[in-house]
DNA sequence: TTTTTTTAGTTGCAAATGCAACTAAAAAAG
DNA sequence: CTTTTTTAGTTGCATTTGCAACTAAAAAAA
């Protein structure tokens, strides 16, 4: 059977999106590694925000990221041992770690910036955007759907 | 932050996808566990092409299924040591292994099926059947996209 | 105040995944 | 034919993940 009949066959949402998920994720760590730089998409995901936020809690990028507590501390421990961030302690609230870019990690995050633009571009080809919003509408509501 | 804002803001393609499929999983897990039947997601998604295709092999099944081959030779193991497939070699070409239900994996396929459409119908709430067929489009050709 | 509950983050462990190396069989090349 | 290449499927290993249990600190209740 070839890959175009198998896209055709049976299609259900759960498989396409495993597979569009995966082969997104496939072409982003290919361009990374190509441009010769040290990176996982998890990292890159959490980095950006970090960038945007100043000093977030760990919270705060799991929410915004949509990854559990465990995901988010380990990818930070990464980045940590990395020298990419660094974690400090909440002055006031002593629970909360807030994280930080480090000079390289923000030097990393503008190397990447290229690459991450690159790989959208490649992901979203020729599809217009009008059906791009559609779609990140779509996802957005079923993620509502099944969370309340 | 809350998770209304957190849904607006900066939303990336790769984050949200990530986020609605492991929502799906969560909810047909769920579903199912109330329903006292006990399958993964992953061996429903190889049940359906069985029971679709008859007798497919682990290549057929991969490519259905958009997995790579060591997945599906690990779901069909799952599913052949809990007697809902068995695995027969093909008569002709000897490297092939054709996948049959038993009549239990027919069975669980029926009693699955209900639960599935629960799902399917909790994930798509109230979202227009013209934005779902956009969705699967932009997502087909996302792989599309990736895979050329 | 003291006790209880909630919140932020970490850790350990079992299961899933991706990758590369492997076996066995069929097809193609010489 | 015999050799080489390709194909179907399996296995081992390192990495990731998901879950539940845990610590430490803050907030709420008593």
Redesign the interface.
């Known amino acids: ?1 070839s ?1 175009e009949a ?2 055709k ?20 760590v290919e361009n990374v590694f190509d441009s010769g730089l040290n990176i996982s ?1 998890d990292q890159w ?1 959490v980095l ?2 970090i960038w ?1 936020l100043g000093s977030p809690s760990q919270k ?1 990028l799991g ?4 990854r559990d507590k465990p995901s988010i501390t380990r990818i930070i421990d990464s980045l940590e041992k990395t020298s990419l961030v660094v974690r400090v302690s909440d002055q006031i609230d002593h629970r909360i770690k807030r994280v930080i870019l480090t000079n390289s990690g923000k030097q990393l995050f503008y190397d990447v910036l290229p690459i991450m633009e690159k790989t ?1 571009e ?4 020729d ?1 217009p955007e009008e ?2 919003e ?14 309340s």
Do not use: W, Y
């Open positions: 059977m890959k198998s896209l066959f049976h299609m259900n949402l759960g498989m396409l999106i495993r597979s569009a998920h995966n082969s997104m994720t496939e072409r982003f998409l995901m950006g925000p945007q705060d929410e915004i990221c949509l959208r490649e992901v979203r080809g599809i059906e791009i559609i779609f990140k509408n779509v996802l957005s509501k079923i993620i509502k759907n099944l969370n």
